[in-house]
C-alpha cells in the first residue's frame, strides 16, 4: 500500500463494492478506488471474500486500521436484526466478526450513512462544526448520522420518520429516487425535503443539515428552494464519503 495512506476505507452497497487507501491528512483517497460488483448472492461468505481481495489487491499492511461501510445499523458483538440491501442470510450475523475472520485481521464495521457523515464532519462540508450536525444521504432511500460536537451518535435511522397529514414513511415521500421515479422537477422535490428537513428542525433543533449523495453535486438545482431556518448545505466529499469515513472511523476504534 502507497506510503501516503495511514488507514483503508471499503464502502459495501447493494451494487458496488468500492475500497481505497486513504490520507488521512488531506482526507481524500491516496490511490484510485477499487470497485467490484456485489455477487448477485450477496451472502456474507461472497461479500467478505471480496473484501479481502481488495485488501489484496492494495497490499494493505496488517497493522493497517481497515474500516468498513455496511447498509445497516452496526452494534459490535450483536447479531445483526435488519438488512434491506443485501441478502437476507446476514440476519443473525456478526457482522464484525465475518469480516475480521475473512480477512485475517481485526477490522472496523460501521453504518454507511454514519461513515459518510462522519467523512463530512472531519473533512468536508461540516468540519469545525459545533453542535449538532445532521448529515443525510440521498439516495434509493434517505440515511441519516447525528454527529454532536464531532461524536457520532450511531445508528439512526431517521430516514423512517413518519411525515404528518398521511405522508407516511420519509424516504417513501422524500428519497431522491422518489424524484427519479415520479419525474418530478427538483423545485417541487425542494417542497418534500421542506416538509422532511422541516420535521428533523423541530425534533432535534440541529445547528446544520448535511445532504450527501449523487444528488448532491446539484444541489444548486434544490437546496436554495428548502425552506427552513437550519443552514442546510451540499456534502462536498459525494460518493466518496463512505470509504474516507469508514477509514476514518477505524482509527478512532484502532485495535
Request: hydrophobic share 40%; charged share 20%.
Amino acid at each position: 500500500m502507497i506510503e501516503t495512506a495511514q488507514a483503508f476505507g471499503v464502502d459495501i452497497g447493494g451494487s458496488g463494492i468500492k475500497a481505497a487507501p486513504v490520507d488521512l491528512g488531506k482526507g481524500e483517497f491516496a490511490q484510485p478506488r477499487l470497485k467490484i460488483a456485489t455477487p448477485e448472492e450477496s451472502t456474507p461468505e461472497a461479500v467478505a471474500q471480496i473484501v479481502r481481495q481488495q485488501l489484496e489487491h492494495f497490499e494493505v499492511p496488517a497493522e493497517t486500521p481497515v474500516g468498513i461501510a455496511f447498509p445497516a445499523p452496526i452494534k459490535p458483538g450483536k447479531p445483526l436484526n435488519f438488512m434491506a440491501n443485501l441478502d437476507k442470510s446476514w440476519i443473525g450475523v456478526d457482522v464484525t466478526a465475518v469480516f475480521s475472520e475473512a480477512c485475517g485481521r481485526p477490522v472496523t464495521v460501521v453504518n454507511d450513512a454514519d461513515a459518510a457523515g462522519i467523512a463530512e464532519q472531519q473533512f468536508g462540508a461540516a468540519k469545525g462544526q459545533k453542535g449538532l450536525v445532521v448529515a443525510t444521504t440521498q439516495g434509493t432511500g434517505i440515511g441519516t448520522a447525528l454527529i454532536y460536537n464531532g461524536v457520532l451518535i450511531p445508528n439512526t435511522e431517521l430516514g423512517h420518520i413518519e411525515l404528518p397529514d398521511g405522508k407516511g414513511d420519509a424516504e417513501k415521500y422524500a428519497a431522491s429516487s422518489v424524484r427519479d421515479r415520479e419525474g418530478m422537477s427538483y423545485k417541487k422535490w425542494a417542497k418534500r425535503l421542506t416538509k422532511y428537513y422541516g420535521l428533523l428542525e423541530k425534533y432535534l433543533n440541529p445547528d446544520l443539515f448535511v445532504v450527501g449523495g449523487g444528488v448532491s453535486r446539484v444541489s444548486e438545482k434544490f437546496l436554495p428552494y428548502v425552506d427552513i431556518a437550519t443552514p442546510i448545505v451540499a456534502a462536498t466529499l459525494h460518493n466518496d464519503a463512505g470509504i474516507i469515513g469508514a477509514a476514518y472511523y477505524a482509527t478512532t476504534k484502532a485495535h
